[in-house]
């Protein structure tokens, strides 16, 4: 099946008991059992529910996967699977990562005696270099928020197989539209549903998708264990926004195209961070594993102050200012006091996320109407 009929079939049979052609909202805590231990496959909604259940089979399906796993948060997903370790285990990862997962690793699970070593994942040989026979997980971003660098997933994946290393993947900044890691060789991709998955901003939401069934059912007993799972509502509306994806990915594609162009041809502008620009450095493997390059754009101003950023950030109109991305709407963020001021300054500025960066989540208004609103405000 092709992925636009994925995205809209995924999941979704009618509902046995009504013919109710969308997926129930099974609001429930406990489901009525025939006798002690007779049940239909429903216990008790932290372990099971039909809503979920149906979600969960979408997200495997539209990943290319053979399970699914939703949690209540994409660092909740994140957690789950660093649970999968024991103290003394190592973990490589990029030093350029979103925020909230550096605050997990550095803040909450270094105090667990879980080792994380950050590279530059863009260089398959740092990641073989840092291997060692503690190494138990790598876990990549590909595009990076916000700096929108590469890691050529596949080639990863050669220095982790036949190693008892696992190699989970955070998809988020692609989504299942342009991206899926476990045809690359990944083990785990991760998604904060939040964001393009969801689609419309309304809820928050994360993903764990894999193909082998132990690793599956590790994870089911962390998530029903530790329990951070999301609410019946929260998976209607993320089976209703899988739906759109193909379209709204489409969309976002074709403005982030137009205003990544445009912003490079502006007089005011510096550094433009895109992984479709044929001089990116990813470019190369971006064109081969995925399929277009997303709607996610960072950039500097010439005027390199914060002070103009700020300028900037507080002018735009239809941009909102705000953290998160991937809805409909167009977001402006300021990296280094919003999604990533939990990274020390130094640590950002080592690896090129400097104070002025600019992120924007392209959404999919028109874009002729996005790029008046950024002329007006640049200046
Ligand atoms: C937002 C985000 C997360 C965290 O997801 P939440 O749903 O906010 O918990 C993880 N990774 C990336 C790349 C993100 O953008």
Redesign the pocket.
């Known amino acids: 099946m092709k992925p636009a009929t994925k995205f809209i079939h995924a999941g979704a049979e009618p509902d046995p008991s009504t013919g109710s052609i969308m997926t129930p909202i099974f609001q429930t805590s406990t489901y009525v059992q025939e006798a002690p231990g007779v049940n239909k496959g429903f216990e008790y909604a932290r372990s099971q529910n039909p809503t979920r259940k149906a979600l969960e089979e979408a997200l495997a399906i539209i990943e290319n996967g053979k399970f699914g796993l939703a949690f209540s948060?994409?660092?909740?997903a994140?957690d789950a699977v660093i649970k999968l370790l024991t103290p003394g285990d190592e973990v490589i990862c990029a030093n350029d990562m979103?925020g909230?997962?550096y605050r997990l690793f550095t803040k909450v699970f270094e105090r667990f005696g879980i080792v994380f070593k950050y590279v530059d994942t863009t260089n398959t040989k740092n990641v073989s270099d840092a291997v060692t026979l503690k190494t138990k997980l790598v876990w990549l971003?590909t595009p990076t928020?916000p700096l929108m660098n590469i890691t050529d997933i596949a080639a990863i994946a050669s220095v982790t197989k036949g190693k008892n290393i696992l190699l989970a993947v955070?998809n988020?900044?692609a989504s299942p539209a342009l991206q899926n890691p476990l045809d690359l060789g990944a083990d785990i991709v991760m998604h904060?549903?939040?964001?393009y998955l969801g689609g419309h901003s309304d809820v928050?939401?994360?993903a764990l998708i894999m193909n082998d069934a132990d690793l599956r059912e590790k994870l089911y007993f962390i998530q029903k264990s530790c329990g951070a799972v999301p609410g019946p509502m929260d998976c209607f509306l993320v089976l209703r926004g899988i739906k759109t994806l193909g379209v709204r990915m489409k969309a976002h594609c074709e403005n982030g195209a137009k205003i990544a162009n445009w912003l490079r041809h502006h007089s005011k502008v510096g550094k433009v961070y895109w992984p479709g620009f044929e001089d990116h450095p990813g470019y190369a493997v971006a064109k081969k594993q995925m399929k277009d390059f997303g709607g996610m754009i960072s950039f500097e101003l010439k005027n390199d102050s914060v002070e103009e950023a700020k300028r900037v950030l507080s002018s735009t109109h239809l941009f909102s200012l705000a953290e998160?991305?991937g809805g409909v709407e167009s977001l402006i963020n300021h990296p280094a006091s919003m999604t990533h001021a939990s990274i020390p300054r130094e640590e950002r500025i080592k690896n090129g996320l400097s104070d002025s960066l600019i992120r924007l989540s392209v959404g999919i208004e028109d874009a002729d109407d996005l790029i008046e609103d950024l002329k007006k405000a640049i200046g």
Do not use: C, P
């Not at 948060?73 to 909740?76: E, F, M, Q």
């Open positions: 948060s994409g660092v909740a994140t979103y909230g997962t971003e928020n955070d988020t900044f904060s549903v939040t964001k928050i939401q994360g998160s991305l």
